[in-house]
């Protein structure tokens, strides 16, 4: 042990729906210096695949201690919570997206986190780097994926007390994107208060290749934070540090264009007119927004104008639908820290580390 405490026992958990990045991600987490796992509990999560699991690409050095489970394809909260409890009774589970790459030194870096670590610290983030091109400005979808690098408690690599983790009954599963339920996950832990820490642990998020229609689907997300305004009230997004977005600009371009067809279809074309010239100025300069800090490219600036016009109303129809879905939800208690008596060991500080 050469005088040192031992490294911390920790799973790794990583839910996936067979992306092609899995095999990258394993393979740096197999070749990262330091304590490994001491279970890497993968949950296949594929919508449509009746329970089966096929067969994945393990690096040799984690075989050994790789289970690849069936995930209920009930999205990414829920297969985290599948995965936790299969990794058996360690005392710290570090969840990890299937489309990181962990640093050479992760294993080192982690096992310094969670020995830093307090009693009352329920979860350590990474520090998530995103490799941008170099020698031109990132594409929209670019510089949406290197917003991580600036979130707060992303679970693309995050470590959770065990111990924290089952105060709070785990992630919630009426978060069926992978989209806010991290962030749901770290207020309720706030709430009750347990601490969040950020690690020193450097992991990588390479931007994803994706279609053009891409940041449309991202509006789904829309609905996600209408059930956060009703889990965690109309403050949400400061202690989350979430931004605030365009919904509402979203929502005047989407009402000038339906009073510009209703005014039409009512014949009154001064107003129809006047309607959609709101509407067409607020989407002209939603696309100039997002055109200028890209390439400008021609297909770059062609995919900027299409979904630029969509996005408006498929933003405000997910809120809607969130608005609906989501008008009883309920919040869940605050994960509260256990109440250990003066004198005795806390349950984290209980010898469950391997030198």
């Given amino acids: 042990m050469n005088g040192r405490a031992p490294a911390p026992r920790y799973a790794v958990v990583i839910p996936t729906t067979g992306r092609p990045s899995l095999t990258r991600c394993l393979e740096a987490l197999a070749g990262a210096a330091g304590p490994p796992p001491s279970r890497v509990v993968i949950v296949h999560d594929r ?14 050095a984690l075989r050994p201690v790789t289970t690849v489970v069936a995930g209920r394809a009930r999205g990414p909260a829920a297969a985290r919570n599948t995965g936790a409890r299969r990794v058996g009774k360690v005392p710290w589970v570090v969840f990890l997206d299937d489309d990181v790459v962990p640093s050479a030194t992760w294993g080192e870096d982690l096992a310094r986190d969670l020995a830093a670590a307090s009693a009352r610290t329920a979860a350590v983030a990474a520090r998530i780097e995103v490799p941008l091109p170099a020698g031109r400005r990132p594409t929209d979808g670019e510089r949406n994926t290197a917003a991580l690098a600036t979130a707060r408690w992303i ?14 009954g785990g992630f919630d599963e009426r978060f ?13 832990l706030l709430a009750g208060g347990w601490e969040l820490a950020q690690g020193a642990r450097l ?22 934070d209408v059930l956060m305004g009703r889990l965690h009230g109309p403050h949400w997004r400061d202690p989350a540090g979430a931004p605030r977005g365009r919904l509402p600009r979203h929502r005047a371009v989407t009402v000038a264009a339906c009073a510009a067809v209703a005014c039409a279809l009512a014949g009154r074309p001064r107003a129809a007119a006047l309607c959609g010239a709101l509407w067409f100025a607020g989407t002209a300069e939603f696309t100039v927004a997002r055109v200028l800090p890209g390439p400008r ?18 933003a405000t129809w997910h809120w809607l ?35």
């Fill in 47 to 60: 919508p449509g695949s009746g329970g089966a699991v096929p067969e994945l690409s393990v690096p040799e």
């Fill in 155 to 168: 679970t693309a690599d995050m470590a959770v007390r065990r111990q924290a983790l089952n105060a709070a």
């Fill in 176 to 188: 069926r994107r992978a989209f806010r339920e991290d962030a749901d996950l770290a207020l309720r």
């Fill in 203 to 224: 992991t990588a998020h390479p931007p994803r290749q994706a279609d053009r229609w891409i940041s449309v689907r991202q509006q789904a997300g829309n609905g996600d």
């Fill in 297 to 314: 490219t021609r297909a770059e600036i062609v995919d900027m104008v299409l979904t630029s016009v969509v996005i408006p109303p498929v």
């Fill in 321 to 355: 639908r969130g608005s609906v879905a989501h008008r009883a939800a309920r919040p869940r208690g605050p994960a509260r820290p256990p109440v250990v008596p003066v004198g005795l060991p806390r349950p984290s500080e209980r010898p469950e580390a391997v030198s």
